[in-house]
T-cell receptor
Framework: AQKVTQAQTEISVVEKEDVTLDCVYETRDTTYYLFWYKQPPSGELVFLIRRNSFDEQNEISGRYSWNFQKSTSSFNFTITASQVVDSAVYFCALSEARGNTGKLIFGQGTTLQVKP | DADVTQTPRNRITKTGKRIMLECSQTKGHDRMYWYRQDPGLGLRLIYYSFDVKDINKGEISDGYSVSRQAQAKFSLSLESAIPNQTALYFC??????????????????FGPGTRLTVL
């Protein structure tokens, strides 16, 4: 069965620290997408990244970077030099090709608090 | 203007009342989804629709119904609301994935959410 686990419920850091949010997934499918979404205090869900199962290259976007490792079924998210505006709940999600439903399976979310 | 809108944004209602949450999109996407978010549980899928005539149950559809009035509109109804339906509800849309891997839909884009409280 498909499953996404974000073991870190809450993380608190001081501004300018680097922080890594962990995501471990389970799937029997060989074709799938992984996503990260950000939910700031205002409540909306903001799409951050999509990675397909055939592309294990790391991705960097400004202060954000993602490390995808199929060997450990992980898709971790690192924020470099964190800022107060990074405070949010972050969700990792999985979408399988099986059945072509496009359904997203979400992790429980990690609440990140960045203190000034 | 936002691409995916939800109305109302907040609603407080009483047990047993019928409630309708509405979602509209201007992204031209054919697929639409309804999720609910509960603390510590992430988001869970209630219903999804691939087009006006294709509606499917998600993992937690009991107590809910949906209507796809047009490609751009997808409504979620609670026929008789109960307190454990208190949650944050999100609508999402996606394209049919012609630009991605075969068999997987494109990225889902979410509305701003509706906070529903059932007393």
């Amino acid at each position: 069965a498909q499953k996404v686990t974000q073991a870190q419920t809450e993380i608190s850091v001081v501004e300018k620290e680097d922080v890594t949010l962990d995501c471990v997934y389970e799937t029997r499918d060989t074709t799938y997408y992984l996503f990260w979404y950000k939910q700031p205090p205002s409540g909306e869900l903001v799409f951050l990244i999509r990675r397909n199962s055939f592309d294990e290259q790391n991705e960097i976007s400004g202060r954000y970077s993602w490390n995808f490792q199929k060997s450990t079924s992980s898709f971790n998210f690192t924020i470099t030099a964190s800022q107060v505006v990074d405070s949010a709940v972050y969700f990792c999600a999985l979408s399988e090709a099986r059945g072509n439903t496009g359904k997203l399976i979400f992790g429980q979310g990690t609440t990140l608090q960045v203190k000034p | 203007d936002a691409d995916v809108t939800q109305t109302p944004r907040n609603r407080i209602t009483k047990t047993g009342k019928r409630i309708m949450l509405e979602c509209s999109q201007t992204k031209g996407h054919d697929r639409m989804y309804w999720y609910r978010q509960d603390p510590g549980l992430g988001l869970r899928l209630i219903y999804y629709s691939f087009d006006v005539k294709d509606i499917n149950k998600g993992e937690i559809s009991d107590g809910y119904s949906v209507s796809r009035q047009a490609q751009a509109k997808f409504s979620l109804s609670l026929e008789s609301a109960i307190p454990n339906q208190t949650a944050l509800y999100f609508c999402a849309t996606s394209d049919s994935g012609t630009g991605g891997l075969a068999g997987i839909t494109d990225t889902q884009y979410f509305g701003p959410g509706t906070r529903l409280t059932v007393l």
